[in-house]
């Protein structure tokens, strides 16, 4: 299981990227914040594709990002994806049985914008 965000509690460093092995209970750290003072202020949505990477929408700050990222897990590796057509606060992410994923958000204030966005991950 893969655990993301980091709470980023008193400026401290931490990962951002964790896995848990339920059978040992044990987490392990994968990815660590380049700035510790950063923080996530909305937690970042994962989905894992088809070919066993994780696309990851959602990045530390409190602005809405356009950034995403995959993450695979065999090589351990975080490598840019493609960037959001606006910048959006993740809300959920699912693999759809055609293929694509379906991303959805919303901005930073829904009183004064409202909107949801949708993307598609192809």
Known sequence: MLLLGNPGQSGLPG???MRLDA????LTALQELADPKMAFNHTPVG???????VWIVGEPGSDPGIATHFYDPTSDALTPGP???RPTFPVAAVLLDTGPVLLLGGSENPYVDPSLAA???E
């Open 15 to 17: 990962p951002w990227l």
């Open 23 to 26: 059978a040992t209970d044990t």
């Open 47 to 53: 989905v894992v594709l088809a070919d066993g990477r």
């Open 83 to 85: 960037s959001l057509s």
């Open 119 to 121: 993307f598609l991950l």
